[in-house]
């Protein structure tokens, strides 16, 4: 290893842990002690990069207050250094570390909540896409409806949540009271996307959730329709399902339609 | 892609100086860091801005508002991309990765030069983002002179580099800042930015006066000046870009003017964002400064 090699590696080390190797390699200034000077790489460390949690979850960080928020942040920074050149990615392990380190494990109701404000925000710089409209589907012959397909919109992205984080960021949202953190019943099962450049999620339900999630899968509109079938009344699956369909269009959720190989 | 192919070949003959010859970026005038918080208002008032800076990084994402404004931004103003991220003193090895999505942006954007800041950012696969400090020896120029050719190679273009503030010095340095710059810049051919907030903190930092490192610097390699404030804690100064620029360094930018001549210029704020307003009025100072400094009648005559 070279000295300079070396050298960045024990400043980085007196950044990432409380080695003072590298003191012995600096100088102290007219005014101040090397340790002081150092000190300022080792604040802005930790400053910066529980900043860019903060800028990415400011509604848990309203939900933790401030005190709570940056300790959490500290600790996230600690288990999880940062290996990406862009700040933007940082946080994206959060939910992940909230959901597995106590005392934050013991409150699901936070990785939820992390988990939503990450998935908003993947959907509010995800890849643009083509827009399904309505009008393309004018086209489409009846006959053919059975084998349509769908693709997703890049930004579209299906979130299962335990707890009633979604109840609790709305309420944050506007500045509301959040309602008492709850384990649900069953999963609130959330559907985020980018409807122009706005992320937006709501709630499906059970229904609704399987269509979607074997429709980006692959199956087709015939095949959804004797899924949902099963759900509910059979005489009205496929009225359902062109429901379902169309509200996904209206809000921008599909990127693709395309008819599968009829049969002759 | 085979990474290693393209890793710095570190023979006698490959380290030999290979000054890129890109021609000297314009002048653009008097610019202004783009910062989201004033999307709206630059795209619904057109401000009287010569050119835009944008932060690389920001716009280095799939998709989305950033993008599609910075789209906007790009048809009706000159724009330069400056990184925090290139982290071209470092001795861990390339990131491809990113350079090529620095490339990619380069691509849509088109911008009028790409800068970035002498400093490394992290090792070992860790990223500290922060904008760390180097020893000024003859291993470090060695290193970074390589790597500033690669970066240049891979972009197709010379780079621009800026001088950061810094809070350390190393004990085995064995030249100033000024002269690794100018070696820097003579041996690869980058163009300097010269931030001259950052000259001011890193001299009341280490104690020697300001104007020696500007006049340490040649006077021909500069291609545009940073102007910003910082956080004044007694002992030393800290680089925080979130003030309004201080009556000393606009002295300097006097002195600045003076040296390098008309330089495309801009005011950065990074946090505390001010309304555009407060930024645009720093802006008119940059301009009616180089204006009494070095009038444009007398220029052109």
Redesign the interface.
């Known amino acids: 290893m070279s000295d300079f090699a070396r050298q960045q590696a024990e400043f980085q080390r007196g950044i990432l842990s409380d080695d003072d190797t590298v003191l012995a390699e600096i100088l102290d200034s007219p005014r101040e002690k090397r340790d002081a000077l150092f000190g300022v790489y080792r604040y802005a460390y930790g400053s910066r990069l529980v900043e860019a949690v903060r800028n990415d979850h400011e509604l848990l960080h309203l939900y933790l207050g401030d005190e709570m928020f940056d300790e959490m942040g500290h600790a996230y920074v600690k288990a999880y250094p940062s290996e990406h050149p862009n700040l933007r990615w940082f946080s994206k392990s959060l939910p992940d570390f909230l959901r597995s380190n106590a005392p934050y494990s013991d409150h699901p109701v936070l990785s939820d909540l992390a988990a939503l404000e990450k998935a908003l925000n993947d959907a509010f710089d995800a890849a643009e896409g083509a827009v399904v409209e309505l009008t393309d589907m004018a086209g489409i012959a009846p006959e053919a409806w059975s084998d349509l397909k769908f693709r997703a919109h890049s930004s579209a992205f299906r979130l299962d949540l335990a707890t009633n984080a979604a109840a609790i960021w709305l309420a944050l949202k506007n500045d509301e009271t959040p309602p008492e953190a709850t384990v649900l019943d069953e999963p609130a099962r959330l559907l985020i996307w980018r409807q122009d450049v706005t992320p937006m999620f709501r709630e499906l339900s059970a229904e609704e959730a399987m269509m979607w999630d074997e429709a980006v899968n692959g199956i087709s509109f015939g095949v959804l329709c004797e899924m949902l079938a099963t759900y509910d009344d059979p005489d009205g699956a496929a009225g359902r399902g062109a429901g379902y369909l169309h509200g996904w269009i209206t809000a921008g959720l599909l990127t693709g339609v395309s008819v599968g190989v009829i049969d002759s | 892609m085979n990474v290693a192919s393209r890793l710095p070949d570190t023979s006698a003959a490959a380290l030999a100086d290979r000054p890129a010859k890109s021609a000297r970026p314009p002048f653009l005038g008097f610019g202004l860091g783009l910062r989201h918080q004033h999307y709206d208002e630059i795209l619904n008032g057109n401000p009287p801005i010569d050119w835009f800076e944008v932060i690389s ?2 716009y ?9 404004t910075l789209d906007r931004i790009c048809e009706r103003y000159p724009v330069v991309m400056h990184g925090v ?1 290139l ?1 071209i003193a ?2 861990a090895p390339p ?1 491809f990765e ?1 350079l090529q999505g620095l490339k990619d942006l380069a691509r849509r954007v088109e911008p009028k030069w790409i800068s970035d800041h002498l400093c ?11 904008l ?1 400090p ?2 000024y ?1 003859r ?2 120029l060695d ?1 970074v002179v390589s790597r500033v050719q690669l970066v240049q190679d891979f972009l197709g273009r010379a780079v621009v580099l800026e001088n950061v503030s810094t ?6 340095s064995e030249m100033t800042e000024w002269e690794f710059l100018s070696e820097l810049s003579r041996r690869s051919g980058c163009w300097l930015l010269f931030d001259i907030n950052n000259v001011y903190v890193s001299a009341f ?3 020697y006066d300001p104007l020696t490192f500007l006049n340490g610097i040649p006077a021909d390699r500069v291609v545009q000046f940073h102007m910003a404030g910082h956080s004044h804690m ?3 100064i ?1 680089d925080t870009h979130d003030h309004p620029v201080c009556e000393d360094v606009w002295d300097l930018y006097v002195a600045a003017l003076k040296r390098f001549g008309r330089v495309s210029t801009m005011i950065e704020r990074d946090d505390n964002i001010p309304p555009l307003d407060e930024l645009l009025a720093e802006v008119v100072r940059t301009r009616e400064i180089a204006e009494k400094v070095l009038p444009t009648s007398k220029q052109a005559g």
Do not use: C
Not at chain 2, 60 to 68: D, E, K, S
Not at chain 2, 120 to 129: A, S
């Open positions: 990084e920001n280095m994402l799939p998709g989305g508002q950033p993008l599609r991220s982290s470092s001795t990131n990113y490394w950012t992290g090792v070992h696969g860790k990223n500290l983002h922060d760390l180097i020893p020896t291993e470090a290193h809070y350390i010095q190393f004990n085995n930092n280490h104690g007694g002992t030393h800290i």
